[in-house]
T-cell receptor, first 112, second 112 residues
Framework: GNSVTQMEGPVTLSEEAFLTINCTYT??????LFWYVQYPGEGLQLLLKATKADDKGSNKGFEATYRKETTSFHLEKGSVQVSDSAVYFC???????????FGQGTTLQVKP | NAGVTQTPKFQVLKTGQSMTLQCAQD?????MYWYRQDPGMGLRLIYY???????DKGEVPNGYNVSRLNKREFSLRLESAAPSQTSVYFCASSPRDSYGYTFGSGTRLTVV
């Protein structure tokens, strides 16, 4: 079945460091891919998305490219800030019902 | 503000008690979802409703029931709470055939 695998956390970085959070997926067909962010005590918010191969989603300095050949959708940011500390979830849609399948989440902690 | 509203935010139940988690959205979305979030396991789909009048089981439906009362409201009921149902519950909505979810802020449920 469809699934999403994210790199284990927590990830701890210093401010202004480069961020990569790995995400790989298994799916039939051509799913859309998403990154969601969850700040402490809040619900998830859509960070970015890509709907077809080679698309690049971007928002707030974060980017991710849909790589069908490697079934990956890695999240990157060139210079993280303390305010980026959160849990990041990779997800894909499943069929035409709109259901999302989530990875287990990766906690990012950015230190000043 | 437009969005998804969940009530209550916190709840403590004794084993065997029942309760209903409420969810309402004001974005005219067709689809609504209930997820639970547990440490290290990401979000798992409990039930979803692709449109008003329909509901379907997700990945972990046992011990839960749902009602899609109208287009706005989608409630989740625990008939006889168990400690294994201690979790954070999130409601989400999306337009039909679209791929972006809007999440509520969650209900933190503890069953003792």
């Amino acid at each position: 079945g469809n699934s999403v695998t994210q790199m284990e956390g927590p990830v701890t970085l210093s401010e202004e460091a480069f961020l990569t959070i790995n995400c790989t997926y298994t799916a039939t067909g051509y799913p859309s891919l998403f990154w969601y962010v969850q700040y402490p005590g809040e619900g998830l918010q859509l960070l970015l998305k890509a709907t077809k191969a080679d698309d690049k989603g971007s928002n707030k300095g974060f980017e991710a490219t849909y790589r069908k050949e490697t079934t990956s959708f890695h999240l990157e940011k060139g210079s993280v800030q303390v305010s980026d500390s959160a849990v990041y979830f990779c997800a894909l849609n499943s069929g035409n019902t709109g259901k999302l399948i989530f990875g287990q989440g990766t906690t990012l902690q950015v230190k000043p | 503000n437009a969005g998804v509203t969940q009530t209550p935010k916190f709840q403590v139940l004794k084993t065997g008690q029942s309760m209903t988690l409420q969810c309402a959205q004001d974005m005219n979305h067709n689809s609504m979802y209930w997820y639970r979030q547990d440490p290290g396991m990401g979000l798992r789909l409990i039930y979803y409703s692709a449109s008003e009048g329909t509901t379907d089981k997700g990945e972990v439906p046992n011990g839960y029931n749902v009602s899609r009362l109208n287009k706005r409201e989608f409630s989740l009921r625990l008939e006889s709470a168990a400690p294994s149902q201690t979790s954070v519950y999130f409601c989400a909505s999306s337009p039909r055939d679209s791929y972006g979810y809007t999440f509520g802020s969650g209900t933190r449920l503890t069953v003792v």
